[in-house]
């Protein structure tokens, strides 16, 4: 079907469509549950933000699980570096997103003030912490890791969480966790009306407008840093082996792919100019295309941080020469082929039916629906 070579660079930009797939959908209901407990000033007004995803949250998580197992299908190498050295990381992770289903289903089972502000307040936690933890783990990718590997390949990881916490990464665990709140603006600013509405348009304007300007700031922090470039590396068709390749750190070479394909300059001009064009919209109560140039903006800061890191998944910083690239982190031919076969029969279904099912359930809320239908909705 394809060489080795050639399905490695399919898997990457598939695993990126996944991640983007996730930011997108999983993130404009992160973003609104962030923003209910901070703009839903009534019970009410609460409920229309959760009752706005209701429809299509659980859905939207299929994108992580999905991500995940993606990740350890044709990456298991790094699936095993990251899940090991950034375990506490992925704890914390976990952890906050179990308030979710937990807190969607039983919010609403006693009518009791006390009862539904601690859940309000768990879904806070289950929406802000994720974002805030997968910006960091991006940010750590650019500074390196702290792993190497022994002879057999058994990863030895250096370090402990407050390690990954540098100024850097927390910049870009910041631009994530905006990132994600605009995207729930704008989502919110279509599905609601009357006051809440109005609420998260300001926000969603102003929450755009900063993550471009941290967004440019992360730019220039990148040029200054030491990047990693491959000085040596064997054929590309062959079995993956980390320790076959010579890696030399430069200062600013994390840029350098962009003097290499220039068509990759376009991702970062796409997530300033998206999230531009996302406060703009806003502004002129165009919601529906806020929200595409949000989903854009999300898709262009994403495909900015893979542009800039490629060919590398997970840089060392321990032994530049072990670091995992998406020529030598892979599963075997056989494997890949077998699961590029896979997805490129379900996952136009899977877009489809997603389609589908966004496009019935379409339609703004307001205080009244809820509270005719108060017994049947979350």
């Known amino acids: 079907?394809?060489?080795?070579?050639?399905?490695?660079?399919?898997?990457?930009?598939?695993?990126?469509?996944?991640?983007?797939?996730?930011?997108?959908?999983?993130g404009f209901d992160m973003g609104a549950g962030i923003l209910s407990l901070i703009l839903g000033k009534t019970e009410t007004e609460r409920r229309v933000v959760i009752n706005s995803m209701a429809p299509h949250w659980e859905g939207n998580q299929v994108w992580f699980v999905t991500a995940g197992g993606a990740i350890f299908a044709a990456w298991p190498q790094?699936?095993?570096?990251?899940?090991?050295?950034?375990?506490?990381?992925?704890?914390?992770?976990?952890?906050?997103?179990?308030?979710?289903?937990?807190?969607?289903?039983?919010?609403?089972?006693?009518?009791?003030?006390?009862?539904?502000?601690?859940w309000d307040k768990l879904l806070f936690i289950g929406s802000v912490v994720p974002p805030i933890i997968f910006g960091v783990a991006f940010g750590n990718l650019f500074l390196g890791v702290p792993f190497s590997f022994d002879n057999?390949?058994?990863?030895?990881?250096?370090?402990?969480?407050?390690?990954?916490?540098?100024?850097?990464?927390?910049?870009?665990g910041v631009i994530s966790l905006l990132m994600i709140i605009t995207q729930g603006a704008t989502w919110l600013a279509m599905k609601t009306s009357d006051e809440i509405r109005i609420r998260v348009t300001k926000a969603g304007i102003f929450t755009a407008l900063v993550t471009a300007i941290l967004f440019i700031l992360a730019g220039v922090w990148v040029a200054q840093l030491d990047g990693y470039v491959i000085s040596k590396i064997g054929d590309l068709n062959t079995a993956s082996n980390p320790l076959l390749k010579s890696v030399i750190l430069e200062k600013g070479a994390w840029l350098a792919n962009y003097n290499q394909y220039s068509w990759m300059i376009a991702m970062p001009v796409i997530g300033v100019l998206s999230l531009l064009l996302t406060a703009g919209c806003l502004k002129m109560k165009k919601e529906g295309l806020a929200f595409i140039f949000s989903s854009l903006a999300t898709l262009g800061i994403i495909m900015t941080a893979g542009c800039s890191l490629f060919p590398f998944i997970m840089p060392s910083s321990l032994m530049p020469d072990h670091s995992l690239t998406?020529?030598?982190?892979?599963?075997?031919?056989?494997?890949?082929?077998?699961?590029?076969?896979?997805?490129?029969?379900?996952?136009?279904?899977?877009?489809a039916y997603t389609a589908w099912t966004y496009s019935k359930m379409f339609g703004r809320l307001d205080n009244k629906y809820i509270e005719d239908n108060s017994h049947s909705l979350y």
């Open 78 to 118: 790094v699936y095993a570096v990251a899940f090991s050295g950034f375990y506490t990381a992925m704890l914390i992770t976990l952890s906050a997103l179990f308030f979710r289903p937990v807190g969607f289903d039983y919010r609403g089972k006693i009518d009791d003030p006390k009862w539904r502000s601690t």
């Open 326 to 351: 998406i020529w030598d982190a892979t599963s075997s031919y056989k494997t890949l082929n077998i699961m590029t076969i896979v997805a490129g029969i379900f996952v136009p279904i899977i877009l």
């Open 1 to 26: 079907m394809f060489d080795y070579e050639t399905l490695r660079l399919i898997w990457w930009l598939l695993i990126g469509v996944l991640l983007i797939g996730f930011a997108v959908t999983d």
């Open 152 to 172: 057999l390949l058994r990863a030895h990881f250096e370090g402990g969480f407050l390690d990954l916490l540098s100024p850097f990464a927390l910049l870009c």
